[in-house]
């Protein structure tokens, strides 16, 4: 917990800035996540919140609702549901996988979606290098359980020489060359 706190938080912290920055003619753009536009992109990110702030307190999985504008304040009670200690005991009831996975999870969701909305929006995104670093170690290890649950792409090709986020990306099936 001690170290994946702080990355969870400047994750959040990052992608809920980009959040801000989003204008409502915005909405219909394209994102590299091929399934939403950046409004559907926006309402996954508030279910996002929703449902580890959830998973943290032991409940359930939740499904998604409709676009409510209100990601950063969601966010912020997740990051405070996963500071508690026991957050990061045992398994999840409503999931039934390690604690530690599902931070980690919610860390790949925070580092790529920022990307994802950021690259469509037409706005700067630097992500966390220690966050990045961890994202793509755990989607090196958890890449075809992710790909079975559709939760990443078919491998994009990148560079041997790649830096660690543009792997990330290619890992999950992102094209890092995306463009709107």
Same mark, same amino acid.
């Given at each position: 917990?001690?170290d994946m706190?702080?990355?969870?938080t400047r994750? %959040?912290e &990052?992608?809920?800035a980009?959040?801000?920055?989003?204008r409502?003619?915005?909405? @219909?753009a394209a %994102?590299?996540?091929a399934?939403?536009?950046?409004?559907?992109?926006?309402?996954?990110l *508030?279910w996002?919140?929703e449902?580890?702030?959830?998973l943290?307190?032991?409940?359930a999985?939740v =499904?998604? @609702?409709?676009?409510?504008g209100?990601?950063?304040?969601r966010a912020?009670? %997740?990051?405070?549901?996963?500071?508690?200690?026991?957050?990061? =005991?045992?398994?999840?009831p409503?999931?039934?996988?390690?604690?530690t996975?599902?931070?980690h999870?919610y860390?790949?969701d925070?580092?790529?979606?920022g990307?994802?909305?950021?690259?469509? %929006?037409?706005? =700067?995104?630097?992500?966390?290098p *220690?966050?990045?670093?961890?994202?793509?170690?755990?989607?090196?290890?958890?890449?075809?359980? @992710? &790909? *079975?649950?559709?939760?990443?792409?078919?491998?994009v090709?990148?560079? *041997?020489?790649?830096?660690?986020?543009?792997?990330?990306?290619g890992l999950?099936? &992102?094209?890092?060359?995306? &463009?709107?």
């Amino acid at each position: 917990m001690e170290d994946m706190m702080p990355l969870m938080t400047r994750a %959040t912290e &990052r992608t809920a800035a980009v959040v801000r920055a989003v204008r409502p003619e915005q909405f @219909g753009a394209a %994102t590299p996540c091929a399934e939403f536009d950046v409004k559907a992109l926006v309402s996954h990110l *508030e279910w996002v919140a929703e449902m580890f702030e959830s998973l943290a307190r032991d409940g359930a999985s939740v =499904e998604q @609702g409709p676009y409510a504008g209100d990601f950063p304040e969601r966010a912020e009670r %997740t990051l405070a549901a996963w500071s508690r200690p026991e957050a990061w =005991e045992g398994i999840s009831p409503g999931m039934g996988l390690p604690k530690t996975a599902l931070a980690h999870m919610y860390l790949v969701d925070m580092v790529v979606h920022g990307w994802d909305l950021a690259r469509a %929006t037409g706005q =700067e995104y630097e992500p966390d290098p *220690e966050a990045v670093a961890r994202a793509l170690d755990f989607a090196g290890q958890m890449v075809e359980i @992710g &790909r *079975e649950h559709g939760a990443f792409g078919p491998p994009v090709a990148v560079p *041997e020489d790649a830096p660690p986020f543009g792997r990330l990306l290619g890992l999950i099936g &992102r094209d890092p060359a995306w &463009r709107g």
